[in-house]
Each structure stands twice: as structure tokens, then as C-alpha cells.
């Protein structure tokens, strides 16, 4: 069977890696020739505002999927007519406007940010009388990895914030003193059947993604299935969905979802019976699913800019190595690694370890 998939970067990469055991062939569709998944899968190399190019992926596939969710709608649109599309166009399509799928949330009764929606400066400054402060700006589109975002502090703050997102249709959320930011990790089959892998811990620096710890028994894991199910149904999803929320005490609030496979999911590859890219793929191929359960504590540490020395790293005890041959660049992601271990002491020694070299790579490339 032939996956399409939309975008080439490294979650169509690490879904190719999980589908060539199965006999499940990956094709992307990505306008960069140099993509990082090209090695492992067959490219076409388009835009997806280009027909040409979403014929010839269509024509080259059984069915498609995404690891992107800002793809334009008509691109969504013309493959469904043509393939199955999963997740459906309406789960990718809530996902690319911050005001829809808050409302979404809201209409399942899901808790979130006390949150309005703002298209001008004057509506701004009404806003932040509703929200209080601090606050954050979002723009309702493309924003990821924190950017399109902006953290208001006073009254006096709001023209400089308005100009920083460039004036475009944004949402403004009360800030949320989380105790933590946990995600939720699910995949649902084509029959309707929902599994979620246990709770993650997630940890940013400078908005991206940093260090993910899975969290064994959370006393929080039920009320976020519980939440991520509502989810899941309403949106008649199929593939794997990633819920983001933030813990407030006992309680969770909705930031985001993102229908596709996450960063936060990473450690599931070493770290789970299954990963989150094995079970992707064997809902989009309307296959059984996998056992969701974590092997043992694991933890996931992301290389963002530069990569610590493969030799030192491959010594850290339960340590493993994912690269995605991409060229470094400040503040992109280049790689990952799992750690696993038996207990989570011995995890956190070996989260620290990866750590420490990770910021010692960052000191000497800072003096190159
Ligand atoms: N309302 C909020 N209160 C507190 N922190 C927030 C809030 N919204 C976003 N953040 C912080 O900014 C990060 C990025 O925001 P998010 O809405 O997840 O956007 P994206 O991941 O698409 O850039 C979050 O993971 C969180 O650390
Ligand atoms: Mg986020």
C-alpha cells in the first residue's frame, strides 16, 4: 500500500522509517527537493498550490495524510475527491484557526484559557480589559514553535504587540500560571477504536520543544483521555491526534491539538510497544492498531540549532539517536534522542547527561 503524505520534513521521515517494516510504501509531496524524508520514500517535488503536482501525487498513492497542518484547504480539497483523505479536511482545517478550535473546545465542554478574538487595535485594548494581564496575542493562523505570539504585560503594551503580529486576525488569551504542560497522545482507527499512550511532560526553551517526559500512572491520565475522546468522536478522526494541555491542580486546560504525530510523541518509538508513527500508519491503512503502553520510563530530549557528538552520546547508558539529516541552522530542529531506563532516577541521570552535552555543543558552536 502506498501512503501519501503531505510535506517531507522529519515526521513524514519517521513515518516512512515505521511503515517500511509493515510493506507500507511513503510518498511526499513537498516543494523543497532537498527534504529530509527524500532518502527514506519516493518525493514529488511541488508546491501544494500546484494542480500539476497534486495530480501526480494522487495518481502515486492509496491514501493521504499529512504532517503539516497549514496546508491550504483547495490542495486538501482536491485529494479527497480523489483519495481518502485521514484525518479528514475538517479536523486539519480546525487545527489552522486558533478561534475555531477554541470554539471547538468550548462546544465540547472542554476548560480553556479565558480567551477573545481580535481583528483591530481598538478590539485589543477591549479584550485585555476581559482577559486581564498578563496575556498572550496569537495570531488565529500559522503560528508554531512560538512564533506569531507575543506576551502583553501592561495597558502600554498593546500598539507595540498589535505591530509585532503585523495586524492580522489574532486571539487573545489570559495567561495560564500552569503548574505544568502535559500533552495527550492518541490514535483512533478507521472503525472508531481510541487509544492513548500514556500523558508526556513537555518542556520549551525559547518556545520549542525541549525535553518530553513520559508520565507512568498519572493521576491526570483519565480526565485527559477523557477530554481527547470528545475530541476524537467529534471530529470522526482517524490517525493520530495530539492534544495539548495545560495541568492547573487537578485540572487541565485545552491549549491546542495538532492532527498529526508530535514531537512530544517521539519518545514512543523506543520508549512504547508501539510509537505514535507505527500506529498512524496502521489507521490511515485501516490496519489493527498497537498496544499504546510505555515499556518502561522514557524521555525525550530534542537537538534544536546543533547536535551534541554522536560518539558521546551513543555512551549515555539507554540512550538513542535519531538524526534527520537536515543542514543545521539556528533554531531548527535537526534531531532527537529517546532515553529509556528502569527506573526514573536512572532516567534523570541520563536526561542530564544528554543535556549537559547538548549545552556544551551550544557553548562551542557559539565560539565558532
Ligand atoms: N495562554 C497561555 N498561558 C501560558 N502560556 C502559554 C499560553 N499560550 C501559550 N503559552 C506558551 O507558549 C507555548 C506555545 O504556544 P502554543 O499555543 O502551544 O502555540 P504553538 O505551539 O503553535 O507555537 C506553549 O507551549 C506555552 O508554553
Ligand atoms: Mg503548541
Redesign the pocket.
Known sequence: MRIGILGGGQLARMLALAGHPLGLQCVFLESAPEACAAPVGRLVTGAFKAEAALADFAAAIDVVTTELEHVPLAALEYLAQRRPLLPGSRAIALAQDRLLEKDLFRRLQLPT?HCVAVDTLEELVCAMAETGLPA?L?TRHM?????G?VVLRETADAAAAWRAVGGVPCLL????P?DR?VSVIAVRSREGECRFWPLTENR?RN?ILSVSRALLQDPLQMLAEDYCRRLLEALDYVGVLAL?L?QVGDSLLA??YAPRVHNSGHWTIEGAVTSQFENHLRAVAGLPLGATDARGAAAMINFVGQVPERRELLAVAGAHLHLYGKRPAHGRKLGHATLCAVSSALLEQGVRTVLQLTQYREKESALD
Open positions: 484559557a498572550v496569537k503560528g508554531y514553535d512560538g512564533k505570539q488569551e489570559a495567561m495560564v500552569f504542560e520549551h518556545g495539548e495545560f491549549n491546542e
